[in-house]
Each structure stands twice: as structure tokens, then as C-alpha cells.
Nanobody, 123 residues
Framework: VQLQAFGGGLVQAGGSLRLSCAAS????????MGWFRQAPGKEREFVAQ????????YYADSVKGRFTISRDNAKNTSYLQMNSLKPEDTAVYYC?????????????????WGRGTQLTVSS
């Protein structure tokens, strides 16, 4: 699976942004999709996961209520809508895919990764 994340940028605190992850694969709906992030000097951390059909989602406590993960299987694309952004959300955001749905998800579980997209939230 080839993944490409895009949509990052510079946003003021309290603002919103939507990230997209385009997948080059025939059976996109066979993959659970995840979003992770990595801030400078920190380990890559889980942000959100969506199941194959989009019916089941899972969020890190730090983003619950502010971020929404979704997917459009007809467009082979996963999305991460980010609202009420905080400076601590600043990181490189990565999308990932795997044939399994994990609970809880960790970076080690996902086998396919895209290049990251930078999000910077200014205070």
C-alpha cells in the first residue's frame, strides 16, 4: 500500500485543519487506517484509527473530542479533521494502514506508512 498524507500547515491555536491520506491500493476497504504524530525529540504516538467501513473509530485521549477520523472508500482516502488545535498538537503527522484493526493501536502494529505532513500550531 502506498500512502501519501497532505494538508498540513501553520495554524493558530484554536483553529482547524483537515489532513488527507490518499492510498494507492485496489482494496482500500480491506485496510484499517490510522493517524500518528511525532513531535521533535519524542516518539511517534497514536492519534486515531478508523475501521474498514468507517463504522468504528478509536482516539488517543489527548485528541478525543477535538479530532475526527473518517474515510471515503470510494476515493481511497482517509481524513483527520482537527479542531480546537493547541500548540502541543504541533508534530509531523503520518497516516498508516494495516489489514488488522487494533485495540489499542500502536505504531508497531501498522505495516504501511506514508510520508508525514507537518502541522504547526502557533500560540
Amino acid at each position: 500500500v502506498q500512502l501519501q498524507a497532505f494538508g498540513g500547515g501553520l495554524v493558530q491555536a484554536g483553529g482547524s485543519l483537515r489532513l488527507s491520506c490518499a492510498a494507492s491500493v485496489r482494496s482500500f476497504s480491506s485496510y484499517a487506517m490510522g493517524w500518528f504524530r511525532q513531535a521533535p525529540g519524542k516518539e511517534r504516538e497514536f492519534v486515531a484509527q478508523v475501521s474498514f467501513s468507517g463504522a468504528v473509530t478509536y482516539y488517543a485521549d489527548s485528541v478525543k473530542g477535538r479530532f475526527t477520523i473518517s474515510r471515503d472508500n470510494a476515493k481511497n482516502t482517509s481524513y483527520l479533521q482537527m479542531n480546537s488545535l493547541k500548540p502541543e498538537d504541533t508534530a509531523v503527522y503520518y497516516c498508516a494502514a494495516d489489514l488488522k484493526l487494533y485495540d489499542p493501536p500502536t505504531a508497531a502494529d501498522f505495516r504501511s506508512w506514508g510520508r508525514g505532513t507537518q502541522l504547526t500550531v502557533s500560540s
